[in-house]
């Protein structure tokens, strides 16, 4: 079975993790990062961490975090943060110096960062700077190959029952939580959830919970056929997709008026047809509904 999370899925696995009093496995975060597409998600990813107090080992981070980032400078500012708090261990960075010989621009700076490097005691190839091309290009390769690696871990096996538990997680969170709570924390930008602080600054984390606001409306009643979802998922919830009125590719925005929940049936018409009665009544149905 394919199963894949996305960010926002990501920060309230963690969330609810926290919630429980646990702490996420290696295992777990390693599986977390692969399923992350750029820089940003993995800072956000981070910042999460960093608010709930997890301590992953100190490698996990270097090791994961420098597969995405993509410029010079995002080695530099790592490498400041890292000796900054890291003051008393200074950890070999091999990865990242690296990193940063494929980003830099010229020979001069591959050459002082070589010297950088030994001075920590690291002694790289000197020339790697020169086997390099397109350093963006040799950076996505390395990405790849790091994926790869990772696709043949034992946690990448146990994928699907890591996302299990967080499917049985998320529900009897979602249940337990009133609408109202619901509405609450998607609109205002900060709310505290029984010890948990849901920072809402940015898009990543609201997504999951517009979409579980609009299946909580639609009490498993489809909004287009009005009839009972077709059947309940593993976790017992009738099975609706959210669908957003206004496309977000076309500009449409995540938020608790763009969005309605639909039978699979519904959905493939909506988007097949865009039958204008049929927009008409999603739209009509949401606005009474809200
Ligand atoms: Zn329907
Ligand atoms: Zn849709």
Redesign the pocket.
């Known amino acids: 079975m394919y199963t894949t999370m996305d960010l926002s899925e990501i920060l309230l696995y963690l969330d609810l993790i926290k919630r429980k009093g646990e702490v996420p496995t290696i295992d777990e975060l390693n599986m977390m990062v692969y399923h992350m597409d750029n820089y940003d998600q993995v800072k956000a990813f981070y910042n999460k961490i960093k608010e709930h107090e997890f301590q992953p080992p100190f490698g996990f981070y270097i090791k994961t975090l420098i597969h995405f980032i993509e410029d010079y400078e995002g080695c530099i500012s790592l490498k400041n943060k890292i000796l900054r708090t890291q003051t008393n261990r200074r950890r070999p960075f091999n990865n990242l110096f690296t990193h940063q010989i494929l980003l830099c621009k010229s020979e001069e700076e591959a050459l002082s960062i070589l010297q950088e490097a030994r001075d920590y005691g690291i002694h790289l190839d000197d020339k790697l700077w020169v086997a390099k091309f397109d350093s963006l290009e040799e950076i996505k390769k390395k990405q790849k190959e790091w994926k790869g690696e990772m696709e043949k871990s034992e946690a990448y096996y146990n994928f699907s029952s890591i996302y299990e538990k967080f499917g049985t997680m998320k529900s009897n969170y979602f249940k337990s939580l009133p609408q109202e709570h619901l509405k609450k924390m998607i609109v205002e930008p900060q709310s505290q959830e029984r010890g948990i602080v849901t920072r809402q600054t940015n898009t990543f984390t609201r997504n999951i919970y517009i979409k579980e606001y609009a299946k909580k409306i639609a009490q498993g009643i489809?909004?287009?056929?009005?009839?009972k979802a077709p059947f309940l998922d593993k976790q017992g919830n009738p099975f609706l997709e959210v669908h957003h009125i206004n496309y977000l590719s076309k500009g449409g925005k995540d938020e608790i008026d763009n969005v309605v929940a639909?039978?699979p049936?519904?959905?493939r018409?909506i988007h097949m047809l865009e039958d204008e009665e049929d927009l008409k009544k999603i739209s009509k149905n949401f606005s009474y509904l809200s």
């Open positions: 489809c909004q287009l056929c009005d009839k639909l039978c049936n519904c959905h018409r």
